[in-house]
Structure formats: C-alpha cells, structure tokens
C-alpha cells in the first residue's frame, strides 16, 4: 500500500511562493505516474499537475500554467511542486496523487493513492 504525505503548505501573501513536498513509501516511487490536485472549499477537486515517471512529460492546469512547476526526485521518494506569484483563487487544500499508469494526466479516476493533503492559503 502506497502511502503519500504533503508537506510544506502555509499562508502567504499574493505573489509570494511556496514549494510543496510529497513523499511516498510502501511503493516502487519510481514507476509511478504523479499528480497534485487542489479542492477549494466548496468546490469539486481539481487538477494542478502531472508529471510522468521518468519526469521527462508534465502536464499543467490552463490556471497554474507558467507560475507552479512539478518535478520529482526519485532517489528521494519525492515529488515537488513549486507554486510562485501565488493569487487568492489559489487557495485551497493540496493533494499529492499517485497513478500506476506511468503517464498519469488530468483525469482524478487515473489515480490509485492519495494523501491527506495540505493548506495553502493566499491572502490579498
């Protein structure tokens, strides 16, 4: 069983940055497919980003498209998104997902494992 946990949420102010971090265990990392999702109160969750296993395809919401980058490390179990001029309509609660497929996209039913998910808030 797959286990993810995001870390690395907060409270900033529009156009500051944050790095998010999720790391996995109980799996082989490396064969995974990986994707971070967002849900604001209120509203469906929705997808942020992709990134393949091999990290040489990614995938990006139209909204975040130029301000976040997903990257993983595998060595370390990790996969990254970097969130930077960061906007009100950002807020949310972050969720790192994990696909079997190796290329994983925007689609929430593609993944198999999710984490608890962590806050970000953008004050104005």
């Known amino acids: 069983q797959v286990q993810l946990v995001e870390s690395g949420g907060g409270l900033v102010q529009a156009g500051g940055s944050l790095r998010l971090s999720c790391v996995a265990s109980?799996?082989?990392?490396?064969?995974?497919?990986m994707g971070w999702f967002r849900q604001a109160p209120g509203k469906e969750r929705q997808f942020v980003a992709a990134?393949?296993?091999?990290?040489?395809?990614?995938y990006y919401a139209d909204s975040v498209k130029g301000r976040f980058t997903i990257s993983r490390d595998n060595a370390k179990n990790t996969v990254y998104l970097q969130m930077n001029s960061l906007k009100p309509e950002d807020t949310a609660v972050y969720y790192c997902?994990?696909?079997?497929?190796?290329?994983?996209?925007?689609?929430?039913?593609?993944?198999?494992?999710w984490g608890q998910g962590t806050q970000v808030t953008v004050s104005s």
């Open positions: 990134l393949s296993w091999t990290g040489g395809n990614t």
């Open positions: 997902a994990a696909s079997i497929r190796p290329r994983a996209g925007p689609v929430l039913n593609e993944y198999n494992y």
């Open positions: 109980g799996g082989t990392f490396s064969r995974y497919g």
